[in-house]
């Protein structure tokens, strides 16, 4: 036996070399990484082109090579060998990114294998018990445990989220019993488990293994029933530090009489971490894991520790202790050394496995002769792979130190730096022959496109294409937007926002009117002018007709100019939407208006396209210098006014012309009586009998206005007429003369929204002729395309092919590039 010192010497230098080559085995891992990446990008570019419909357009024999790459070059089955040859740089990477001598240690229940691990750990000599002990036939280890020297001793956790518990723990029960899966934790939190009673007598069930399904389905009803235990720790990579005395917790299962719904915290855990001084141990950076046994209620060691035995385990340890009833090599011991051998990243089996035959003196039922003779089977049984076989009592801790440890770790020390270099040479062999193949594939892609006579078409084939599918797309929307409103014009129809804003109009208005000309009620404005003209009648008369008439005004104001407006933003956006639909989207600025791109436009220099496209942008919702209210509102709202008809229903006398000469009587201006606030032609008491003016009239004569004069008021308002009369016939004027306007606004805006219809369809043919038409903007459209023909491909025709070709080829560059990238470095 190597002494200790020589040992940790030689150990060191391994670890040592394992640091040096780290970076090398990241630079492969990462170099095949791509490489599978490329050709699985390849693959679904060719399998999304080969689904698209579109791609019977192009070309009948780029389908022939898609389909020879697909099919007889096998795409799927190399992107899989290339995704199984990881695993070697996965174990390559294991290795060098470990900084512990690691050795795994396995055996079925009542073997001695928690035994063996506090004897060697000294977990043996604290206080608690750590590691927990089978005292039936019954397994024990329900997840993997990390035993590490250290210092001092401590405990710690490492988390798993629901996901991770469902596909490593529920996913494969739930596949051995024909069960759906449950996706979220409250599914499986209420999912109905049948008894096996039920589930027994399912016509499904014998389509599945209904040996091993009693003990999945008792697995998943105690995992439900003790969600409870463990539900809050289900949170991915949490490392929680525990108590020591709660290891056992974690790591094991409850006792076989426990019930349905005992606590189960182990179901929470990835991993726990075990820290403490290891008693005479030559190493100093050693770890022991504790690994469950292959027959693990239900679930084996290949499905859920392969991985682990792959990338973390540098030797793997078996113990097993013989008795009469299994002296010989059972199929289950098969079954571990074929998972070594697949485990053991290229080493030889006999360097990576060693078995320990555990002589338990107090408990086995076997004589030393027996004894003897089972360990003469076993190495004849493992002798011809080159496996050891060790012995010891492993209660005894002398005879572990003597018999187990040291040899384990002397075998180590002399094989561990080969088992290394098999582990990089198993790396190259095992991934070189999948890398060729993809190489290969590409190159038959490559060739088939060739007998298939798939060219990439020329640019100017190409351009020419990009411009005729641009002209065709805008001719036909633009095309649609020139015959919607010359279909308007030709039904004689009218702007529908100049319309439906004329009719809002006046209806407000009339409502206005109706609620008593903007009182709450017509009662309300009836008593309010009736006060006012007893004192005022003619300055009462004259505010009601200002108001009114400039309520009309502001009313139409408000709307008229601005429904023009939308009108014209109407056809600017749909322009908008078919430019932004049709154009290659590379050339279009990132804000969605006319201005923007007219913008865009001229930087780029295609000055006739930004010309065209900027008078649309700009058009003017005024039609001229003067707005829509200026024209056609006012001069028919102005008309509201006392000059329209008087008292007795005859037409006004247009006697404007006439000069107003003040009475004579009026001009005293000394003169006063109980009517000082009225004025003196509009008094009860009559002037003297020298005056030109006449005493009174009777209410009926009809007289006639010409504007807010005092004679034209005195006669349209009588000397003798009550307040309520004059109310009455205020009413009744503005109702009329209102009623009027908006009779006339109501044909002249209408001659004014077909006027508008028939711009807005003069607006949008001459943008089609100017962007569609002109020669000059042609040659502006193929000199866009052709700048950015390599950022937007079209959809069709030889643009589509030339763009599929295109990613075919960068796709196969790149495999060949990964594989090159990666074949430059030596990882052997």
Not at 436 to 443: F, G, I, L, P
Not at 459 to 486: F, H, M, P, Q, W
Not at 793 to 810: E, H
Request: charged share 25%; with cysteine; aromatic share 6%.
């Amino acid at each position: 036996m190597v002494d200790a010192s020589e040992i940790q010497v030689r150990i060191n230098a391994v670890l040592a070399m394992r640091r040096e080559r780290r970076a090398q085995a990241e630079q492969a891992y990462a170099a095949w990484e791509a490489l599978r990446q490329a050709f699985a990008d390849l693959v679904s570019l060719v399998e999304q082109t080969r689904r698209d419909d579109s791609a019977d357009e192009p070309s009948h024999g780029l389908r022939a090579a898609l389909r020879s790459f697909l099919d007889d070059g096998d795409a799927r089955g190399v992107l899989a060998d290339l995704t199984e040859a990881a695993v070697h740089l996965q174990a390559v990477r294991g290795r060098t990114s470990r900084t512990t001598l690691n050795i795994g240690v396995i055996g079925q229940t009542q073997m001695g294998k928690s035994t063996l691990l506090r004897s060697i750990s000294g977990l043996d000599r604290l206080s608690v018990n750590v590691l927990p002990t089978s005292q039936d036939s019954l397994p024990t280890t329900a997840t993997r445990s990390r035993i590490s020297n250290s210092d001092a001793a401590r405990a710690e956790v490492v988390l798993r989220d629901f996901a991770e518990f469902r596909d490593v723990y529920l996913k494969p029960r739930h596949e051995a019993l024909g069960l759906s899966l449950p996706f979220t934790i409250e599914e499986f939190a209420g999912y109905p488990y049948p008894t096996w009673e039920s589930y027994r007598r399912d016509p499904r069930s014998a389509e599945h293994d209904l040996t091993a399904a009693p003990e999945h389905l008792r697995r998943l009803r105690e995992a439900q029933a003790s969600l409870h235990s463990y539900r809050s720790q289900l949170v991915r990579d949490q490392v929680r530090e525990i108590p020591l005395d709660q290891v056992a917790d974690h790591v094991s299962y409850p006792p076989a009489s426990a019930p349905l719904d005992a606590p189960r915290p182990y179901l929470a855990v990835r991993d726990v971490r075990i820290y403490c001084p290891f008693p005479n141990n030559p190493v100093r950076d050693l770890t022991l894991i504790d690994l469950p046994g292959t027959q693990e209620r239900g679930i084996d060691v290949a499905q859920q520790f392969m991985q682990d035995l792959r990338n973390e385990v540098d030797l793997l340890l078996q113990i097993k202790r013989p008795r009469q009833t299994s002296v010989h090599f059972s199929e289950s011991d098969a079954e571990i050394q074929r998972l070594a051998r697949s485990a053991s990243a290229g080493a030889a089996i006999g360097d990576f496995m060693i078995i320990l035959l555990n002589h338990d003196a107090a408990h086995t039922d076997l004589t030393q002769d027996q004894f003897e003779t089972a360990s003469q089977q076993a190495r004849g049984a493992v002798g011809m792979h080159g496996i050891q076989v060790l012995h010891a009592d492993v209660i005894q801790d002398d005879q572990v130190r003597e018999r187990v440890l040291g040899p384990v770790l002397s075998h180590l020390a002399e094989r561990l730096a080969a088992m290394d270099q098999a582990a990089f040479a198993a790396a190259r062999s095992g991934t070189e022959a999948a890398g060729r193949r993809a190489v290969e594939a590409v190159a038959g892609l490559a060739e088939a496109l060739r007998r298939e006579n798939v060219v990439l078409p020329t640019e100017d084939a190409i351009v020419s294409e990009l411009v005729t599918k641009i002209l065709r797309g805008l001719s036909n929307a633009l095309g649609d937007i020139v015959d919607e409103y010359l279909r308007r014009v030709q039904e004689g129809r009218r702007t529908d926002e100049l319309d439906a804003a004329a009719a809002s109009a006046a209806e407000e208005v009339r409502t206005w009117m109706a609620a008593g000309f903007g009182r709450s009620a017509h009662e309300e404005w009836y008593n309010e002018v009736r006060a006012d003209a007893k004192r005022l009648r003619l300055d009462t008369v004259e505010q009601e007709f200002i108001r009114s008439r400039h309520y009309v005004s502001d009313t139409f104001k408000k709307v008229v100019d601005a429904s023009m407006g939308q009108a014209i933003v109407e056809l600017q956006q749909r322009v908008t939407q078919a430019l932004w639909t049709h154009l290659p989207q590379e050339t279009l600025p990132e804000q969605q208006s006319l201005p923007a791109l007219a913008e865009a436009f001229s930087n780029d220099g295609h000055v006739a396209l930004a010309t065209t496209v900027s008078d649309l942008a700009h058009l003017s919702s005024s039609y001229g210098a003067r707005s829509l209210f200026l024209r056609i509102v006012q001069p028919i709202v102005v008309d509201i006014d006392v000059r329209g008809k008087i008292p007795g229903g005859q037409e006004p006398r247009r006697e404007e012309s006439r000069p107003y000469e003040q009475p004579a009587w009026h001009q005293d201006s000394t003169r006063t009586d109980d009517d000082d606030d009225v004025p003196a032609w509009a008094r009860r008491n009559k002037p003297d009998a020298s005056s030109s003016w006449p005493a009174s009239e009777p209410n009926n004569v009809e007289r006639t206005t010409h504007g807010l004069t005092v004679e034209a008021a005195l006669k349209a308002v009588s000397t003798e007429q009550r307040a309520e009369e004059t109310v009455q016939w205020v009413s009744e004027t503005l109702t009329s003369m209102i009623e009027q306007a908006l009779g006339r606004l109501r044909e002249e805006l209408e001659i004014e929204s077909a006027m508008a219809v028939r711009a807005l369809y003069a607006c949008a043919d001459q943008f089609f002729d100017g962007f569609l038409r002109g020669q000059r903007t042609k040659q502006e459209l193929r000199d866009l395309c052709r700048a950015s023909l390599d950022r937007t491909p079209s959809n069709d025709g030889p643009v589509r092919l030339a763009s599929i070709l295109r990613d075919l080829t960068t796709g196969g560059t790149a495999v060949r590039d990964a594989f090159e990238a990666y074949d430059r470095l030596s990882i052997s």
